[in-house]
């Protein structure tokens, strides 16, 4: 059984960051990805990576302001967001991926509680 905890969420304004964290518990994860849903709004694809690290996707969004990035040693996957935006506010989850594409949600399971993202303007 493998139990992700996300972690690094917050207040921050326009133009500010944050990392995320997203922690396994249990045994060693294999790909993962980060997803996001904002109140009112379907869940959102952010970001993936292999278990290896390479290769990584993010969504056009975020592509150049966001960067994921594990550690195997940590047994964790971060989330790097440089130069938030108020539409990004939302909550950020991150799941195991599990085959399919990497960009629906329902290829992924193992989903953690999320971590509030709120970027003020």
């Known amino acids: 059984q493998v139990q992700l905890v996300e972690s690094g969420g917050g207040l921050v304004q326009a133009g500010g960051s944050l990392r995320l964290s997203c922690t396994a518990s249990g045994r060693a994860v294999r790909s993962v990805g980060w997803f996001r849903q904002a109140p009112g709004k379907e869940r959102e694809f952010v970001a993936h990576i292999h278990w290896s690290g390479s290769p990584a996707y993010h969504a056009n969004s975020v592509k150049g302001r966001f960067a994921i990035s594990r550690d195997n040693a940590e047994n964790s996957v971060s989330l790097q967001m440089n130069s938030l935006k108020p539409e990004d506010t939302a909550v950020y989850s991150c799941?195991?991926?599990?085959?399919?594409?990497?960009?629906?949600?329902?290829?992924?399971w193992g989903w953690g509680q999320g971590t509030q993202v709120t970027v003020s303007s």
């Open positions: 799941a195991i991926y599990s085959g399919g594409s990497v960009y629906d949600a329902i290829n992924y």
